[in-house]
């Protein structure tokens, strides 16, 4: 293993360690009984099948259901094998992969070193509607050139110590290249990956079925002959249907129950601290008031964060003022740069100039966000700003966001990732997705950004990474306040269960009994 592999391995096994999950698994039995059907409650659509298009976690849920991936993160949290075999990594500018021969996409097609070169040439390309997202998560890649039918080389643009890590995820997952030049902007209805299960049905919020692909190469598994994922943005439903047997598996939890839940004999409750990073952000364009530094500094001081935490999450989880999770080698349990001081919000609202204003504040159906965003339009009419929240659905959100007219993000939040630059580098670089979305750009933050990415030290990217806190909150283009858990609800009956701290479960690992 190469140096700088060794320093890959140790940051993301540095992060797990401390990670440990309350009511994490139910063990695999010795006798592992194949076969029956899986019913999981999410909270909502997973909208794509498209791994390069998918944009929730429903949806990476499902992608990575039926594409496999490049790598995988193992239960330490180190970077493991997928699609991957083996990799070398000769120079910092440069990786050798060795890739999993005999493997077939879901249409019969061989996957090879050709598939992974047009998957991430697709990606950059923006090709057949892959999305700006990935396009950031893969952005150091230069070139990818086929050496053989089962090795490909990554030449990268600049050093970049974490490049593999988004390659475990919808970044890295490979769909047949047959299929997409077959169905183009119809492929998420038609997907042909290399996963564990095929997609049988989908009608869009009402449910998913995926079946079991008796040709996986890892042979033996999935052990489910389906799984069935049924959206149900309603808690006390979602809840109600784990206790009736119409589903074995809920996600999201509600949050004032999990306190009882967790002396439940008929439900196994699972935390995971450190799911997601919560934060509410401003547009930077100049038809809004986000425009103005001082204006955004304000909310800095004028949340209450305390009330956050207990109104919208019943004192779950961590109150939070960076980006970097809990559990990550990089976390600064004891960074706190700021406390409610309302009379100091004021005095900024005062510097901006901009006096009382208005703000329309579109806001997805979900319960938390509607707790929290009721706290913050309590604490914005403190300081004079109205804040006029609009419900809108999932697709109108993402599409407001990505056109850049989202005039405030009551939304804002980003899931676990096994490095933190996964995700500040798209909000934070001025080449990143969500940056342009807020018109955000800062010179200094791209340097800092440029130099955590090639550091060769954990300690270095350390430093690095507590100055991208430092001036992200100096910028308050996002104002950080939470760390959020996942609670997941399953039956006495699920066997094989683990709880990775992106919450996405490893379905073909799973058995019912009974």
Same mark, same amino acid.
């Given at each position: 293993m190469t140096g700088r592999r060794q320093f890959l391995a140790t940051l993301a096994a540095a992060g797990a360690a401390t990670a440990a999950p309350r009511g994490w698994a139910q063990g695999t039995p010795a006798i592992v009984k194949p076969g029956g059907t899986l019913a999981v409650a999410i909270f909502a659509d997973p909208l794509s099948f498209d791994p390069h298009i998918a944009a929730n976690v429903q949806g990476r849920a499902a992608c990575r259901a039926i594409h496999d991936a490049l790598f995988t993160v193992d239960r330490q949290g180190r970077l493991a094998p997928g699609l991957v075999v083996s990799w070398t990594q000769p120079d910092n500018r440069t990786f050798v992969l060795k890739l999993r021969e005999g493997v077939q996409f879901h249409d019969g097609t061989p996957f090879d070193a050709e598939s992974v070169r047009y998957n991430l040439e697709r990606i950059r390309s923006g090709k057949l509607g892959a999305n700006a997202i990935r396009a950031g998560e893969i952005r150091a890649l230069d070139t990818c050139t086929v050496v053989d039918a089962a090795t490909v080389k990554f030449a990268l643009r600049y050093p970049f110590a974490a490049f593999l890590f988004p390659l475990t995820d919808v970044a890295g997952c490979i769909g047949s290249p047959t299929a997409f030049e077959k169905w183009g902007l119809d492929y998420s $209805?038609?997907?042909a990956g290399t996963g564990p299960f095929k997609l049988a049905e989908y009608m869009k919020d009402a449910r998913t079925v995926l079946e079991r692909n008796g040709a996986y190469w890892n042979a033996g598994k999935p052990h489910l002959d389906r799984v069935i994922l049924r959206p149900i943005p309603t808690?006390?439903?979602? $809840?109600?249907? =784990?206790?009736?047997?119409?589903v074995q598996i809920a996600e999201a939890m509600p949050l004032q129950d999990v306190h009882r839940l967790r002396d439940s004999k008929d439900i196994v409750l699972s935390e995971r601290i450190g799911f997601r990073w919560e934060y509410f952000g401003f547009n930077l364009h100049d038809a809004y008031p986000g425009k103005s530094k001082p204006f955004r500094q304000a909310?800095?001081? *004028?949340? !209450?964060?305390?009330? =956050?935490?207990? #109104?919208?999450?019943?004192?779950?989880?961590a109150i939070g003022y960076d980006g970097i999770l809990p559990g990550s080698p990089f976390a600064d349990p004891g960074y706190a740069p700021f406390h409610r001081d309302l009379d100091r919000a004021k005095r900024l609202i005062d510097q901006s100039g901009l006096g009382r204003v208005s703000i329309q504040a579109p806001l997805q159906p979900d319960p938390v966000k509607q707790r929290a965003a009721q706290v913050f339009q309590a604490n914005a009419a403190e300081l004079g700003v109205s804040i006029a929240i609009q419900q809108v659905d999932s697709a109108g959100y993402a599409a407001t966001l990505s056109a850049g007219t989202l005039?405030? +993000? =009551?939304?804002?939040?980003?899931?676990?990732?096994? +490095?933190?630059?996964?995700?500040?580098?798209?909000?934070?670089?001025?080449?990143?997705?969500?940056? &342009?979305?807020?018109?955000?750009?800062?010179?200094?933050? +791209?340097? $800092?950004?440029?130099? /955590? /990415?090639?550091? @060769?030290? /954990?300690? !270095?990217?350390? &430093? !690095?990474?507590?100055? #991208? *806190?430092? $001036?992200?909150?100096?910028?308050?283009?996002? #104002?950080?306040?939470?760390?959020?858990?996942?609670? &997941?609800? @399953?039956?006495?009956?699920?066997?094989?269960?683990?709880?990775p701290q992106d919450g996405i479960i490893a379905f073909q690992d799973l058995t019912l009994q009974g």
């Open positions: $209805l038609h997907p808690d006390s439903t979602r $809840l109600a249907e =784990l206790r009736s047997g119409g909310f800095q001081w *004028a949340i !209450d964060r305390e009330a =956050l935490h207990q #109104v919208a999450y019943f004192g779950t989880g005039p405030i +993000d =009551l939304q804002g939040w980003w899931g676990y990732r096994p +490095d933190p630059d996964q995700y500040l580098a798209i909000l934070l670089n001025s080449i990143g997705s969500y940056a &342009k979305y807020n018109a955000y750009s800062n010179p200094a933050m +791209d340097a $800092l950004i440029q130099g /955590e /990415e090639s550091a @060769l030290t /954990e300690a !270095d990217r350390r &430093k !690095d990474f507590r100055q #991208v *806190a430092d $001036l992200m909150n100096e910028d308050a283009v996002y #104002v950080p306040w939470h760390y959020s858990s996942d609670f &997941k609800g @399953l039956s006495p009956a699920v066997r094989g269960f683990y709880h």
